[in-house]
C-alpha cells in the first residue's frame, strides 16, 4: 500500500497549489492529479454538477490505484466530500477543515472572513467549520467569481486584478476581519495583489501546508508513508493537455513530463 500513489484533483490549475505543499511536504510519494479543465469553472455550477464531476473523477483516481484522494477543490469539498466519502473505497481528505482550523487558531479579534467560489459560499461548509471550533467567530463570506478565471490566464499582476480585487476586499476591509481564508484553491494564485490591498495586519490563510501536514499523519498512522525514493508525478486533463502542462509547469517550477488526456465518464 506504501508504494501507491496519492491522487490529487480539482477543477483546473487551482489544485496544483495543493500539489505543490504535498510535494515539499511528502517528497517520496508518487502522485497522481487530475485538472478538470473540461469542466471548469465548478464555482458558478450546482452542487448536482460539481458532485457528478467530482464522482467521475475519484471514480478514475480510484482505478489507478490510488491509496488516498486529496480534493484539491474547495467547492468540490464544500459540496460533495459527503457523497465521495460514501462512494469510495479509499479515504478522501478535502480542504475546508484544515483551512477552518487554522484560520481559529491564528484569529486574534475573531473576525475571520472567507474569499471562496459562489458554491462554497452558498454551502456555509466555511462558517459551519470554523464555528464547530470558535463558536464566538464573526465570520463573513465573499464570493469572487473572477479569480478563478484571472488565475487560469495568469493574470494575477496585472492591473485588472487589482482593480476587481479592490472591489471584492472592500467589504472585507469593512469588517474589520484580521484573519481571511482564501476558500479557493485557485485564490494563492492572486495572493500578491490579495496581501498588498489587505497589508501586513490581516493574516492570509491558505489550507495547502495545513492540508499537506494533515495528509502525512494521516498515512504515517496508517503505516502507509513512503520513506525512499523520489516521489513522481503523472498529471491528467479532461481537455487541451497541451494547455494545462504549459500552465502547470510555470506554476510547479519543476519539469513535468506529458500530461494525459483522460475524458471523464461522466
Ligand atoms: N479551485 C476550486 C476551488 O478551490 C474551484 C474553482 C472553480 O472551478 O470555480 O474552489
Known amino acids: ?32 492529479y487530475f485538472g478538470d479543465t473540461a469542466n471548469v469553472p465548478y464555482g458558478s455550477k450546482s452542487k448536482a454538477a460539481v458532485t457528478k464531476f467530482s464522482l467521475a473523477i475519484a471514480r478514475f483516481l480510484q482505478s489507478q490505484e490510488v491509496k488516498l484522494i486529496i480534493v484539491a477543490c474547495n467547492t468540490a469539498s464544500a459540496q460533495a ?28 479579534n475573531g473576525r475571520i472572513a472567507v474569499l471562496g467560489t459562489e458554491g462554497t459560499v452558498r454551502s456555509k461548509a466555511y462558517p459551519k ?13 465573499q464570493a469572487c467569481p473572477l479569480f478563478v478565471p484571472l488565475a487560469e ?10 482593480l476587481i480585487a479592490r472591489e471584492y476586499l472592500e467589504p472585507v476591509q469593512k469588517s474589520g476581519a484580521d484573519t481571511v481564508i482564501l476558500g479557493c484553491t485557485h485564490y494563492p494564485l492572486l495572493k500578491p495583489v490579495i496581501a498588498s490591498i489587505l497589508g501586513k495586519k490581516v493574516t492570509l490563510v491558505d489550507s495547502a501546508d495545513t492540508l499537506a501536514e494533515a495528509a502525512q ?32 509547469q510555470r506554476l510547479l517550477a519543476e519539469p513535468i513530463g506529458a500530461v494525459r488526456l483522460k475524458k471523464l465518464d461522466l
Not at 132 to 139: E, G
Not at 153 to 161: F, H, L, R
Not at 221 to 244: C, H, I, M, N, W
Open 217 to 248: 499523519q494521516f498515512l504515517a498512522s496508517r503505516r502507509q508513508l513512503e520513506t525512499g525514493g523520489k516521489g513522481r508525478v503523472r498529471l491528467y486533463a479532461s481537455d487541451d493537455p497541451a494547455r494545462f502542462k504549459h500552465l502547470a
Open 129 to 141: 467549520a470554523i464555528l464547530k471550533r470558535a463558536p464566538r467567530a464573526a465570520v463573513l463570506q
Open 81 to 108: 466530500l459527503a457523497e465521495l466519502r460514501r462512494e469510495m473505497d479509499v479515504p478522501v481528505m478535502g480542504v475546508i477543515e484544515p483551512g477552518a482550523q487554522k484560520a481559529a487558531k491564528v484569529t486574534r
Open 1 to 32: 500500500m506504501k508504494k501507491q500513489p496519492i491522487g490529487v484533483f480539482d477543477s483546473g490549475l487551482g489544485g496544483l497549489t495543493i500539489l505543490k505543499a504535498l510535494r515539499r511536504q511528502l517528497p517520496h510519494e508518487d502522485l497522481i
Open 153 to 162: 490566464e495568469s493574470w494575477g499582476q496585472k492591473p485588472a486584478a487589482r
